[in-house]
Nanobody
Framework: QVQLVESGGGLVQGGGSLRLSCAAS????????MAWFRQAPGKEREFVTA???????MYADSVKGRFTISRDNAKNMVYLQMSSLRPEDTAVYYC?????????????????WGQGTQVTVSS
């Protein structure tokens, strides 16, 4: 099992940047595909980005070129660097871990979730 705790959210002006962190405890994250999802008020949880054990990654079209996922297996941390933020990026951002090594985009494929961190982008 792995426990996930996100941090780094906050209020930022449009065009600004934020870096989210996901601290894992329990089993090492090197055994998991790690991902970020987000959920805006009144909307379904949506895929943002994922990274496989070997480093291959994938991004939602809406964030491609603006967001970057990274992982530090030695520190058991996952990061989401967000730049050129837009008001439509406002959401609660969740870190997730999947036991299978694949770039899943659907939330049910992920076994473990953090509690989320709020990101608010003002216009």
């Amino acid at each position: 099992q792995v426990q996930l705790v996100e941090s780094g959210g906050g209020l930022v002006q449009g065009g600004g940047s934020l870096r989210l962190s996901c601290a894992a405890s329990g089993r090492a994250i090197r055994f998991y595909t790690m991902a970020w999802f987000r959920q805006a008020p009144g909307k379904e949880r949506e895929f943002v980005t994922a990274m496989r054990l070997g480093g291959a990654n994938m991004y939602a079209d809406s964030v491609k070129g603006r967001f970057t996922i990274s992982r530090d297996n030695a520190k058991n941390m996952v990061y989401l660097q967000m730049s050129s933020l837009r008001p439509e990026d406002t959401a609660v951002y969740y870190c997730a871990a999947a036991s299978r090594d694949w770039l899943f985009t659907a939330a049910p494929n992920y076994d473990y979730w953090g509690q989320g961190t709020q990101v608010t982008v003002s216009s």
